[in-house]
Nanobody, 119 residues
Framework: QVQLVESGGGLVQPGGSLRLSCAAS????????MGWYRQAPGKQRELVAA???????NYADSVKGRFTISRNNAKNTVHLQMNSLRPEDTAVYYC?????????????WGQGTQVTVSS
């Protein structure tokens, strides 16, 4: 069993900051790409920021310069520092990772953490 557990969401005023964390637990051999996605009400899930297989990072245009993704490979964690938050950043944020188990590589999702930006 593999789990991705997110933490750090909450309510913040516009212009504020939050830091999201995601930790992988369970039995697996390796983790490859890791990243963050979000889904706002009535909208499709979209990429926010992610590490690719070669270690480079991708960011959605809407968060460039405001959000920073980081990763601790030793602890199998990924973080998302979100600054200058805007109401349009309100969404459920999901952690995603490609994880190698005995059955091969599979994509896993966390349960999601709510981020609400409102005054």
């Amino acid at each position: 069993q593999v789990q991705l557990v997110e933490s750090g969401g909450g309510l913040v005023q516009p212009g504020g900051s939050l830091r999201l964390s995601c930790a992988a637990s369970g039995s697996y051999f390796s983790i490859d790409a890791m990243g963050w996605y979000r889904q706002a009400p009535g909208k499709q899930r979209e990429l926010v920021a992610a590490f690719t297989s070669d270690g480079s990072t991708n960011y959605a245009d809407s968060v460039k310069g405001r959000f920073t993704i980081s990763r601790n490979n030793a602890k199998n964690t990924v973080h998302l520092q979100m600054n200058s938050l805007r109401p349009e950043d309100t969404a459920v944020y999901y952690c995603n990772a490609a994880i190698l188990r005995g059955s091969g590589w599979s994509g896993y999702w966390g349960q999601g953490t709510q981020v609400t930006v409102s005054s």
